[in-house]
């Protein structure tokens, strides 16, 4: 049967539901669903991609040689000179991106000139700060094979935040805020960072003063009373953003007692490549062939058993382009960064709904080569997806959240195993945040725990905590979160949330909770990645 | 101390085992043809260890340790030091004495909870500055040893009742104890605390590590 003729809009962005519109295709885990929106519906699309950079590597020279209220890098090497290099881990671009990774393009022009200005003491460091650490493969994807086999693993490796010989405390900001930093970074001659944004939380002063820093110190912000105050964290305007400003202050010091040269570059919304590219568009503008392809594909998927479809979709490998590259002291090369990455991400959405839609994909910054556990579920829900905003939440305060995925109950043990047992105990006893604070220290103890941060590539012990906090802006600003498809009730329930078998069912929940028999309904159409800057 | 660390020793904190240690014995036997006859039949019997092993810990160690018999207390003693120095310190997991370090900052008393015999263990935990160690005694009589070990015997159900009690005598909740094994024979020792760690395991106690949860440590 032929699909109803789609309905041109004159806002890209937006698609209304009326009769003639087709169903919306979301995000189920590692699945999709068609999802047939009442009439009137919302739909927030992200902007298509940007152009990409058409010759990088000229542009990571240009900026190497331009950068902003700095000397050129080439001026500020010498020989003899100690130089490390800190890289953002593979938390961010997601999926991973095509080879080669944009990082691998930068490093080869720094070393490069590194070479040619006889700079050979030289450390590069993967800024992972709590993260797990990054695998041999993971890196040598990132950086290339060329950088991988001359440095790994004695010159090129992953950040140590619990190595008791390896941090070092830098100072304290007016407001009191330690900065503990990695010591080779510290005693260097110059640190010269590698970034990648593809949201316009990461960069800036995030880059050094927590990519390299220690517990102690990323506690100073990543906390459940620092958390509560952001609104939003895609939105970097400090009077918005305490975790922003915190992180300004400590980003600050470290600008004061250490020569920093930043490299940044985003990146456009071209998320999904080859066969899948039609995914990267509004589905009214899907031919018969795409609506085909996507059956088949997701026939395909619901068939396989779910191991086989994370392996399926942890292959993928995103075909971004590179969007802008600059390079300088932190701030300025931040702020000449952000403008292009809102030109990418940002879309003027007016009013609020009093029901969030939306699908969850397989993948969150914290959960690369694994499994989207629980708790990166409820992170990627009222951390993320909700705070993709600037000036006012999509969904009205205490409005329904209404999310698609299945919620396995399954952990990656090897890289999330502090998180079992938060989500089965510490979830148990309490779920409020404000109340945690004992068995964050407990955790934070935990010799088991960081051992396995230290040596394996487990989550520093507090991850999941902080996960847990992340949603603090989220989950009071929300009156109810329903989630359609979960397996298991007790997931959802665990995290404080409903279920629903069907959308419809949802639906129903959010009308009777809202007292409107028609609430206001949107569908925030990602990813694709978007932050809408909501006017109310 | 809040409550205590429990280790097992051979393939948890040292990448060796009980066999290794007799082999260093049979090895150091004073005479040549002393020295083939224990060396040959060691390598002769490991098939069938191997077998006595997937019995149970308690049945092995009964068939193995008679090949003690006849061993002079002094020379088990000296060649107990002479191993530990010139064999096992090499062997130590460095990432699980890091561990130890931590461990013991945070408040647990360190105590090693060993199947092989004391005359090892004793250089080992000497090293290692923990709080008590606990191993098996080989039974000697007239200065020889008799190939028996001196009841009750740490292996198996036998560590983990050892636990108990010691951490019943010492005041400890068994649930804020920690205790760390290689090895499915040390199921019921991993049971008896709150917090079990499976370090470098065997297929068996990486499949009940799995199923309940219990963190995984390869060490190094």
């Known amino acids: 049967m032929a699909r109803p003729t789609p309905r041109i809009t004159r806002d890209p962005n937006i698609e209304f539901i009326d009769d003639k519109s087709s169903p919306k295709v979301v995000f189920y885990g590692t699945r999709f669903q068609e999802v047939n929106l009442p009439r009137g519906s919302r739909v927030i699309y992200p902007n298509a991609p940007m152009e990409p950079i058409g010759?990088?590597?000229?542009?990571?020279?240009?900026?190497?040689?331009?950068?902003?209220?700095?000397?050129?890098?080439?001026?500020?090497?010498?020989?003899?000179?100690?130089?490390?290099?800190?890289?953002?881990?593979?938390?961010?671009?997601?999926?991973?991106?095509?080879?080669?990774d944009v990082r691998q393009v930068v490093l080869e022009e720094v070393l490069k000139m590194c070479a040619d200005y006889g700079v050979d003491d030289i450390h590069m460091i993967i800024a992972i700060c709590l993260h797990r650490r990054m695998t041999g493969p993971e890196i040598k994807a990132m950086v290339g094979r060329q950088i991988y086999d001359q440095y790994y693993p004695d010159r090129l490796y992953n950040h140590d935040a619990e190595d008791p010989d390896g941090i070092v405390e830098i100072g304290e900001t007016k407001h009191g805020h330690k900065v503990r930093l990695n010591k080779r970074a510290v005693e260097s001659d110059l640190l010269v960072y590698v970034n990648l944004n593809l949201v316009p939380m990461n960069g800036g002063h995030k880059s050094v003063a927590v990519g390299l820093c220690d517990y102690k110190s990323v506690s100073e912000h990543h906390n459940s009373r620092t958390l509560h105050k952001c609104h939003s964290y895609m939105d970097p305007r400090e009077h918005k953003n305490q975790l922003a400003k915190i992180m300004n202050r400590q980003g600050a010091l470290v600008d004061e007692k250490l020569n920093v040269f930043h490299?940044?570059?985003?990146?456009?919304?071209?998320?999904?490549?080859?066969?899948?590219?039609?995914l990267n568009r509004p589905e009214r503008t899907w031919s018969e062939f795409d609506w085909a392809k996507f059956q088949a594909s997701n026939a395909a998927l619901w068939k396989m058993p779910e191991a086989m479809?994370?392996?399926?979709?942890?292959?993928?490998?995103?075909?971004?382009?590179?969007?802008?590259?600059?390079?300088?002291?932190?701030?300025?090369?931040?702020?000449?960064?952000?403008?292009?990455?809102?030109?990418?991400?940002?879309?003027?959405?007016?009013?609020?709904?009093?029901?969030?839609?939306?699908?969850?994909?397989?993948?969150?910054?914290?959960?690369?080569?694994?499994i989207l556990n629980p708790i990166l579920v409820q992170i990627m829900t009222l951390g993320y997806y909700f705070n993709f905003y600037r000036n006012n939440p999509i969904v009205r305060k205490d409005g329904v959240i209404i999310v698609f995925h299945p919620c396995h109950e399954e952990f990656t043990k090897d890289h999330h195993p502090s998180y079992v047992e938060f989500y089965h105990r510490i979830l148990g006893i309490t779920k409020d945040p404000d109340a945690m604070a004992d068995f964050e220290k407990e955790f934070a103890e935990n010799p088991d725990y960081i051992h396995m941060y230290r040596h394996g590539n487990a989550y520093h012990p507090v991850h999941p905590f902080y996960m847990w906090y992340w949603g603090n802006a989220g989950r009071e600003w929300t009156g109810k979160v329903i989630v359609v498809g979960a397996e298991h009730e007790r997931v959802p329930a665990q995290l404080g949330w409903e279920s629903a078998r069907t959308f419809e069912d949802a639906l129903e929940m959010a009308r009777t909770y809202t007292n409107k028999s028609q609430p206001e309904v949107t569908l925030f159409h990602a990813p694709p990645i978007m932050v809408a800057d909501v006017e109310v | 101390m809040k409550a205590a660390a429990f280790y097992d020793v051979d393939g948890t904190l040292i990448s060796?085992?009980?066999?290794?240690?007799?082999?260093?014995?049979?090895?150091?036997?004073?005479?040549?043809?002393?020295?083939?006859?224990?060396?040959?039949?060691?390598?002769?019997?490991?098939?069938?260890?191997?077998?006595?092993?997937?019995?149970?810990?308690?049945?092995?160690?009964?068939?193995?340790y008679r090949n003690y018999r006849g061993i002079s207390e002094d020379r088990l003693h000296v060649l107990g030091e002479e191993m530990f120095e010139r064999y096992l310190s090499k062997k130590l997991f460095t990432e699980m004495t890091e561990l130890m370090k931590r461990s013991r900052?945070?408040?647990?008393?360190?105590?090693?909870?060993?199947?092989?015999?004391?005359?090892?263990?004793?250089?080992?935990?000497?090293?290692?500055?923990?709080?008590?160690?606990?191993?098996?005694?080989?039974?000697?009589?007239?200065?020889?040893?008799?190939?028996?070990?001196?009841?009750?015997?740490?292996?198996?159900?036998?560590?983990?009742?050892?636990?108990?009690?010691?951490?019943?005598?010492?005041?400890?909740?068994?649930?804020?104890?920690?205790?760390?094994?290689?090895?499915?024979?040390?199921?019921?020792?991993?049971?008896?605390?709150?917090?079990?760690?499976?370090v470098n395991p065997d297929a068996q106690l990486r499949a009940t590590a799995e199923a309940h949860d219990w963190p995984i440590i390869i060490a190094r």
Request: charged share 20%; with cysteine.
């Open chain 1, 55 to 100: 010759n990088l590597r000229a542009a990571v020279r240009y900026a190497l040689n331009h950068p902003h209220n700095t000397d050129p890098l080439f001026a500020q090497l010498k020989p003899g000179m100690k130089l490390t290099i800190a890289i953002d881990d593979i938390s961010m671009p997601l999926p991973p991106m095509v080879a080669p």
């Open chain 1, 263 to 278: 490299i940044e570059t985003t990146i456009n919304t071209r998320m999904f490549g080859g066969p899948l590219s039609f």
């Open chain 1, 309 to 370: 479809r994370r392996k399926v979709f942890e292959q993928i490998r995103a075909p971004y382009g590179v969007i802008a590259v600059e390079a300088g002291k932190t701030e300025p090369t931040h702020e000449k960064i952000l403008e292009t990455s809102f030109k990418q991400y940002a879309v003027p959405v007016k009013g609020q709904a009093d029901v969030l839609v939306m699908g969850l994909s397989f993948i969150s910054p914290y959960n690369v080569n694994a």
């Open chain 2, 16 to 64: 060796t085992n009980v066999v290794h240690a007799y082999a260093y014995y049979a090895r150091n036997v004073p005479t040549i043809t002393g020295k083939l006859a224990r060396t040959a039949g060691l390598v002769a019997s490991l098939p069938f260890y191997a077998v006595a092993d997937r019995k149970g810990r308690k049945f092995f160690n009964d068939i193995f």
């Open chain 2, 105 to 198: 900052d945070e408040g647990y008393a360190q105590v090693l909870v060993t199947g092989a015999i004391d005359v090892i263990t004793r250089p080992l935990a000497e090293y290692l500055g923990v709080d008590a160690w606990f191993a098996n005694k080989l039974e000697i009589v007239e200065g020889h040893a008799t190939g028996h070990l001196v009841p009750p015997v740490l292996a198996g159900p036998g560590k983990a009742d050892f636990v108990r009690k010691y951490a019943e005598s010492q005041g400890y909740n068994l649930q804020a104890c920690r205790a760390y094994a290689d090895s499915a024979s040390d199921i019921p020792m991993l049971s008896a605390v709150g917090r079990p760690v499976a």
